[in-house]
């Protein structure tokens, strides 16, 4: 079933306010089977909106328009339909019904304009608003169903599972979908991964969504044989890469093994300022295996709380594999955890050497008191970035070592 969904205002395309009609209305429709195959955003003006409404409806077989059906002079949906179908405005006594009651349901008094928002274009089917004054009515054009919905989103959405979840659902297809979530490769390099698979299964929709420092693959498909086939097949492509195939977040699968091994986490940050901590206990349930952080940003911290070596500090510096070492098992043994991790980095945006340019870091991870170092260069990212993919990649170093120890 061709979709479209129409959004109108003029605040809208102004920037004042977001579209988030549209896209929960996609989402609902997704569920039930239904694809959206365009978004349209218009503003309040009623020959465009008439233009628009006569092109999409020889282009789909399904519209959902919302916004424009109160009181107002900028309200000019009804009009725009009953342009667009060469039918005059009428008063429909039905809507006229639904909007007095709302009032008096109410109490409120109803003003003489408000009655503007019972006339209708003739012909068309009332669609009853229990949550708002303005009632909603359907249109059929050409091969076309048009529905039409309050702008207002609590409005919108009890009249979508009223009127629309009834009409569209029986020609829904039920889609089966899966995710991958990534981290550590980039786009390029896993589409180019993905090519074969993709190519085989014409059937399986692929999306990707990179919201760094994760690429989330999802697949869909009619199929649910078919549909986990490639999710295995996708697993077995990115192997080393994929941290989750149930839509989990990579906190939560650190701290789902760290529970499921009896693991007691710690960890001491330097660069990271705390992020690390933060992620993990964001995860419900992580006081069953978070100790605490240190978060160790002055060196007298560091050798004052975490014990680091003054001799080692002064010889290396704190950006070394030899402090960041001696951060993590000055952190454990504070703590008393089983497991550890340490971060110390540079930043930036100042602060770089020829030695140590901005976005060198190092990274430890402590396990059955075997220390894990790596020194990453995360080379041109902000500050804000460096950060975040310190964390992530500190984090996945756990997540590798603790999938080997299960
Ligand atoms: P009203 O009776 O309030 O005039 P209406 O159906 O005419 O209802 P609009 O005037 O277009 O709706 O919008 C009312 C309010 O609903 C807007 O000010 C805005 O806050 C919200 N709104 C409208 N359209 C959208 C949209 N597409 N996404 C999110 N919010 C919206």
């Known amino acids: 079933m061709k979709t479209a969904i129409l959004s109108t205002g003029s605040e809208l395309v102004r920037g004042a306010i977001t579209d988030t009609n549209a896209s929960w209305i996609a989402r609902h429709l997704r569920e039930i089977g239904i694809q959206t195959d ?32 109160g009181p107002t002079s900028d309200d000019i949906t009804a009009r725009a339909v009953a342009d667009a179908l060469s039918v005059p405005l009428v008063r429909s006594a039905e809507a006229e019904q639904q909007i007095k009651e709302r009032f008096s349901e109410r109490s409120f008094p109803m003003a003489a304009i408000n009655l503007k928002q019972a006339d209708l274009p003739e012909g068309c089917r009332i669609l009853e608003n229990s949550a708002g004054t303005a009632p909603g009515f359907s ?3 050409s091969q076309c169903v048009s529905m039409f919905l309050p702008g207002v989103p609590s409005e919108m959405k009890v009249m979508f599972h009223r009127h629309v979840v009834p009409l569209v659902a029986p020609r829904g297809r039920r889609l089966f979908s899966r995710s991958c979530r990534t981290f550590g490769i980039g786009e390029s390099q896993l589409q180019e991964r993905l090519m074969p698979v993709e190519s085989g299964y014409p059937d399986v929709t692929f999306s990707y969504r990179a919201a760094y420092p994760e690429i989330t693959i999802t697949i869909s498909g009619e199929n649910d044989v078919q549909v986990n086939a490639v999710h295995r097949e996708i697993q077995a492509q990115l192997s080393p890469f994929v941290f989750s195939m149930k839509n989990r977040s990579l906190p939560e699968v650190v701290g789902a093994l760290l529970q499921q091994q009896g693991h007691t986490i710690a960890t001491a940050e330097s ?17 069953e295996y978070v100790r605490g952080a240190v978060v160790a940003y002055d060196n007298a911290i560091k050798t004052g709380v975490l014990k680091v070596n003054e001799t080692v500090l002064a010889e290396y510096g704190a950006v070394s594999e030899q402090v960041v070492r001696e951060m993590v098992m ?3 043994r504070l703590m008393d955890s089983s497991v550890a991790l340490a971060t110390s980095g540079i930043a930036g945006p100042g602060g770089g050497t020829p030695d140590k340019p901005v976005g060198t870091v190092h990274i430890a991870v402590v396990m ?24 992530w990649t500190a984090l996945n170093m756990l997540y590798h070592e603790l999938m080997e120890k299960k």
């Open 368 to 391: 059955n008191d075997v220390i894990l170092h790596k020194k990453c260069l995360f080379k041109g990212y902000s500050r804000t970035k460096v950060k975040t993919a310190s964390t």
């Open 38 to 69: 365009r978004f349209v955003v218009i503003g309040d003006d009623c020959s465009h909106l008439t233009q628009t409404l006569v092109s999409l409806w020889d282009s789909h077989e399904l519209v959902i328009c919302t916004g424009g059906l």
């Open 139 to 141: 249109v059929h054009a």
């Open 330 to 332: 000055g952190v454990k």
């Open 271 to 287: 660069c990271t300022g705390g992020m690390i901590c933060n992620e993990l206990t964001h995860v419900p349930g992580s006081s």
